[in-house]
T-cell receptor
Framework: GQQLNQSPQSMFIQEGEDVSMNCTSS?????WLWYKQEPGEGPVLLIA?????ELTSNGRLTAQFGITRKDSFLNISASIPSDVGIYFC????FGQGAQKLVFGQGTRLTINP | NAGVTQTPKFQVLKTGQSMTLQCAQD?????MYWYRQDPGMGLRLIYY???????DKGEVPNGYNVSRLNKREFSLRLESAAPSQTSVYFC??????????????FGEGSRLTVL
């Protein structure tokens, strides 16, 4: 089946640093989503992208839908302690419902104060 | 504003025992899902229910059964638990429109250990 490669798998950064992570696929997706999972909680949707080339921001978070439709990027600027968690990308093909979402393996973000 | 509520949050089972994970949502969503999360594997869909009265297999359905009891509730049953089913289980829901856009609302998770 379809697979997403998410990298890096983990990041250890200092508070205040910027963060970049990405997701790549061998298949084309029409929707890219980024979820965040905090310790002991379920994932929460951060940003949804529906058009190739789209750049969307949510506060200090910025995500891009790659022009090839096979990748997406998430950047976090000026990280703070509450950014700690696991970030998941998810891709969805055209005409498919959420039951066909493909999730990446996650990027675990740890921040040293 | 509860959203998606799962019970229990933690459970330890012995191999061969059965149990049911309960999930309820108060957002009047049509679609509900059960995922499992394993280290390095992301989230994998076990079963889903597109609407009340329907259920379908996901990517990893073996060893599980589900029941869409009503629009609010969707339960996951392990008839004979195996150590390979040790995982964190998440229930999620979405509205039909959002389902098409991939937007899911997740519960807090149920951590299951099978010895």
């Amino acid at each position: 089946g379809q697979q997403l490669n998410q990298s890096p798998q983990s990041m250890f950064i200092q508070e205040g640093e910027d963060v970049s992570m990405n997701c790549t696929s061998s298949s084309i997706f029409n929707t890219w989503l980024w979820y965040k999972q905090e310790p002991g909680e379920g994932p929460v949707l951060l940003i949804a992208l529906y058009k190739a080339g789209e750049l969307t921001s949510n506060g200090r978070l910025t995500a891009q839908f790659g022009i090839t439709r096979k990748d997406s990027f998430l950047n976090i600027s000026a990280s703070i302690p509450s950014d700690v968690g696991i970030y998941f990308c998810a891709g969805q093909s055209f005409g498919q419902g959420a039951q066909k979402l493909v999730f990446g393996q996650g990027t675990r973000l740890t921040i040293n104060p | 504003n509860a959203g998606v509520t799962q019970t229990p949050k933690f459970q330890v089972l012995k191999t061969g025992q059965s149990m049911t994970l309960q999930c309820a949502q108060d957002m009047n969503h049509n679609s509900m899902y059960w995922y499992r999360q394993d280290p390095g594997m992301g989230l994998r869909l076990i079963y889903y229910s597109a609407s009340e009265g329907t259920t379908d297999k996901g990517e990893v359905p073996n060893g599980y059964n589900v029941s869409r009891l009503n629009k609010r509730e969707f339960s996951l049953r392990l008839e004979s638990a195996a150590p390979s089913q040790t995982s964190v289980y998440f229930c999620a829901s979405s509205e039909a429109r959002d389902r098409a856009r991939g937007e899911l609302f997740f519960g807090e998770g149920s951590r299951l250990t099978v010895l």
